[in-house]
């Protein structure tokens, strides 16, 4: 077995043995004043074991928790890395999180330290964190500064050797994102997380010379595993995004080879490609669309294993002459995509395919470490989240589904295998709740597994409702596909015991704005929302991504607002999970009104 796809025993013989192997490449790369200043693996574990030496001065130790607050960044690496290595627990959170959930996470964990990346941050938790007895740093406060991050490195403090780790020592200890109630700690060891990267290893097409641009946050287990612990597994780089304004910028400047991302960040693509072809306009528009519609033309050949000889030729040209140029705006160099933390519409993932980026789709939970199942190289199948990684089970209990129509196929998604989570911290009921007696973890996603082994996510099992005629509905593949619509933002569907759907549409200002120039109608934003002809004009919009919901499942009416739903308002998660109780709430009296000419 090559060292590449070596077998680890947890995340310290990792990176131990990376950093021997790798010293002198490249790990991770920052923009400073204008340029890209590269810290290779040699340095990064000298600052680990560093760390890890000023941690121990604090008496952190076995099981203790070590909590931040920051976007990726070589600091939140090293600090994961050292508590890992005295066997302490490492629990991140978002920036974009509210003080009263930093609060209760730093409460539930029982966390001894907290590091902030900012000192706005750091300011606000000060005064909560001295009345808790919690231990403040900041990475922002200069190095003699007494409750700076530097100060527990400098001066350099008698080294400390890294503990040793048994596979069920917890590791990680990451709060779900909490779409009702709170959020509830994972307590993720050694092994479920060594696991899930030994397993990816087997089937991701990645090494040493591969580089990502990093913005999926680390404190989303998603990026955590699937970016930070497997490429460094592998010896690859990570240069990390200015900020999202400056991802197109950084991303021509780094040239990546590899993309770890959630949807959003592909539909966003997808959306904008789409909009600047039409915008072009003319002969370029047409070679496109001839463009595409080839590609789709080459892989429909393939996978029947036919080769046409005209289609190849046309599509070297248009590789050459239409795809490269689409690339170029992500690097040039951008090999493949990996996609998760949720579904991923096969229209987006099948354009991305025939730009020449090979999009590779997976699935799994913070309670799965996180990957439990993902396409391959050598086995794809667009529109599902491939098969189970190795060591994995998935089996499908259509119990769950109480006697619905399609409970035939579909089913509730349990998972088994060395990824799955210890459990919940300090709630037993919670933890038992969700494990069967065979030890697979019951998901709570809806979907069916086919005929070759392929697992397929049809929705959320408690967000399913029934409509008055009895149908079910699962809204959040409907809303997926309504947000392909280049007019829409975002999109909430809603219909419980109602007689059917209705929408709640945040526009895509830019492109309603745009076609309201464009046919004379010269309202402000807040008019242009209540205009007839903009209304019709997103109804369109709708209609065009809806053929393929069932007739029960369209929306017949749909009211347009003016405010995205956000973390900062409540109705998103940090990773960006929509809070359907917060959005019904707020929104109660315009989905009455939708319903209101009924009867």
């Known amino acids: 077995m090559s060292e590449a796809h070596a077998v680890f025993t947890d995340l310290i013989d990792m990176l131990e043995r990376s950093v021997a192997r790798y010293g002198s ?59 890992y290595g005295l066997g302490a627990r490492f629990v991140p959170m978002y920036e974009s999180q509210q003080p009263k959930d930093w609060q209760y996470i730093l409460r539930d964990s029982g966390a001894r330290l907290l590091v902030t990346s900012t000192e706005s941050i750091f300011e606000q938790m ?27 490195t400098e001066p350099p403090r008698p080294p400390v050797p890294s503990a040793r780790i048994e596979p069920q020592d917890v590791c990680a200890f990451i709060y779900t994102s909490g779409t009702t109630g709170q959020p509830k700690g994972v307590l993720l060891t050694h092994n479920n997380l060594i696991s899930n990267v030994n397993a990816i290893q087997a089937f991701i097409p990645w090494g040493g010379d591969d580089l990502t641009l990093s913005f999926l946050p680390w404190a989303h287990s998603f ?44 539909n966003k693509i997808y959306d904008g490609v789409k909009k600047r072809i039409a915008a072009e306009g003319g002969v370029k528009q047409r070679l496109f669309e001839a463009a595409i519609a080839n590609a789709a033309r080459r892989k429909a050949l393939a996978e029947r294993g036919k080769v046409d000889l005209r289609v190849e030729a046309k599509h070297r040209l248009f590789d050459r002459v239409v795809f490269s140029k689409v690339r170029a705006r992500f690097g ?35 309670e799965t470490s996180p990957i439990a199942c993902a396409n391959r190289p050598d086995a794809r199948r667009i529109g599902s989240v491939g098969l189970p990684i190795p060591g994995v089970e998935v089996r499908i209990d259509r119990s769950a589904l109480d006697g619905e129509v399609d409970s035939e196929t579909d089913g509730e998604i349990l998972i088994k295998g060395p990824n799955v989570m210890k459990g919940y911290h ?42 008055e005629n009895g149908k079910y509905v699962v809204p959040a593949p409907l809303e997926d596909q309504l947000q392909l619509a280049g007019e829409v933002a975002q999109a909430y569907v ?106």
């Open 126 to 152: 000060r005064p909560w964190a001295a009345d808790a007895g919690v231990e403040l740093r900041c990475m922002a406060l200069p190095a003699g500064h007494e409750s700076s991050l530097a100060s527990l």
């Open 223 to 266: 990026g955590q595993t699937a970016e930070l612990h497997c490429l460094i597994s592998v010896g690859a780089a990570t240069a990390f995004a200015e900020s999202v304004p400056k991802l197109v910028d950084n991303l021509v400047e780094v040239r990546p080879t590899v993309l770890v991302a959630v949807p959003r960040v592909f």
């Open 426 to 467: 300090g709630l037993p009921e919670a933890t038992a709740a969700v494990m069967t007696a065979d030890g697979a973890f019951r998901t709570g996603d809806r979907g069916r597994i086919d005929a070759d082994g392929f697992v397929w996510i049809t929705g959320r099992i408690k967000e399913q409702y029934k409509l």
């Open 25 to 83: 490449r490249k790990l991770f790369g920052t923009k400073q004043g204008g340029a890209w200043r590269w810290m290779t693996y040699a340095e990064f574990g000298a600052e680990v074991d560093a760390m890890r030496a000023g941690l121990a001065s604090l008496g952190i130790g076995r099981d203790d928790a070590v909590a931040m607050v920051a976007g990726n960044r070589v600091e939140w690496a090293v600090c994961a890395y050292a508590s």
């Open 494 to 599: 809603h219909g419980m015991n109602r007689p059917y759907n209705v929408a709640l549409i945040v526009p895509d200002r830019e492109a309603v704005e745009s076609w309201a120039r464009s046919h004379g109608v010269s309202e402000g934003w807040p008019q242009l929302l209540r205009s007839p002809a903009v209304h019709d004009h997103v109804g369109r919009a709708l209609a065009a991504v809806s053929g393929g919901f069932k007739g029960y499942e369209r929306v017949r009416k749909f009211a347009l607002i003016a405010d995205e739903f956000s973390v900062e308002n409540g109705e998103l998660t940090p990773k960006m999970s929509l809070k359907r109780r917060v959005v019904e709430s707020r929104y109660a009296t315009v989905i009455d009104g939708l319903y209101a000419d009924e009867g």
């Open 332 to 366: 040039g160099r951008l090999r493949f995509a990996f996609s998760g933390g949720a579904a991923l519409a096969p229209e987006v993932a099948e354009f991305i395919d025939n730009l020449g980026i090979l999009v590779i789709e997976g699935y799994g939970l913070t």
